[in-house]
T-cell receptor, first 114, second 113 residues
Framework: NAGVTQTPKFQVLKTGQSMTLQCAQDMNHNSMYWYRQDPGMGLRLIYYSASEGTTDKGEVPNGYNVSRLNKREFSLRLESAAPSQTSVYFC?????????????FGEGSWLTVV | GDSVTQMEGPVTLSEEAFLTINCTYTATGYPSLFWYVQYPGEGLQLLLKATKADDKGSNKGFEATYRKETTSFHLEKGSVQVSDSAVYFCALMPYSGTYKYIFGTGTRLKVLA
């Protein structure tokens, strides 16, 4: 009963390094999301994917790229990390057939850029 | 654009006290409304939801009523426990069907024994 799985859970990067956050869901959901969580800012949407092969920018997409590899996986890439990208990143997915439109979150990835 | 405003935290209560966390929203049409809870070191979990005006969502003793006239979705619990200590997020899904959820800034609750 894994739900939404994110890796890595913790990562420290140097400014300018690149990395990819991986996310996979086993609930057969069509929609997937990447959010970042910062103190006093709540959760802000980085990118959204309504289905395999489609992606859409959210509120704070600058500095990030995403890839919807297949229905299960949605990765987030930082090409050249900056200290401003220090944050907690959450992947989420949505059950499209659910009239209540609930989204389900992974446990988060703590990223520090020094 | 659509937005969610939550009361500032942190909120500190004694065990068995009454809890209210205020949430108001700005949105066109009839958004779906949610409360999510985040325990330390974990992701967000759905606490309750309401999809139309006057609906009441409830779970684990928590309740919230979708009030269209006041654009509010306040979270309440009659008697909090230490285990309720967490961060609570109010959220909405826009009526427009974009499925881009909007979250409030979160309210930290600390319950003392």
């Amino acid at each position: 009963n894994a739900g939404v799985t994110q890796t890595p859970k913790f990562q420290v990067l140097k400014t300018g390094q690149s990395m990819t956050l991986q996310c996979a869901q086993d609930m057969n959901h069509n929609s997937m999301y990447w959010y970042r969580q910062d103190p006093g800012m709540g959760l802000r949407l980085i990118y959204y994917s309504a289905s395999e092969g489609t992606t859409d920018k959210g509120e704070v997409p600058n500095g990030y790229n995403v890839s919807r590899l297949n229905k299960r996986e949605f990765s987030l890439r930082l090409e050249s990390a900056a200290p401003s990208q220090t944050s907690v990143y959450f992947c989420a997915s949505r059950r499209d057939s659910d009239s209540g439109n609930t989204i389900y979150f992974g446990e988060g990835s703590w990223l520090t850029v020094v | 654009g659509d937005s969610v405003t939550q009361m500032e935290g942190p909120v500190t209560l004694s065990e068995e006290a009454f809890l209210t966390i205020n949430c108001t929203y700005t949105a066109t049409g009839y958004p779906s409304l949610f409360w999510y809870v985040q325990y330390p070191g974990e992701g967000l979990q759905l606490l309750l939801k309401a999809t139309k005006a006057d609906d009441k969502g409830s779970n684990k003793g928590f309740e919230a009523t979708y009030r269209k006239e006041t654009t509010s979705f306040h979270l309440e619990k009659g008697s909090v426990q230490v285990s309720d200590s967490a961060v609570y997020f109010c959220a909405l899904m826009p009526y427009s069907g974009t499925y881009k959820y909007i979250f409030g800034t979160g309210t930290r609750l600390k319950v003392l024994a």
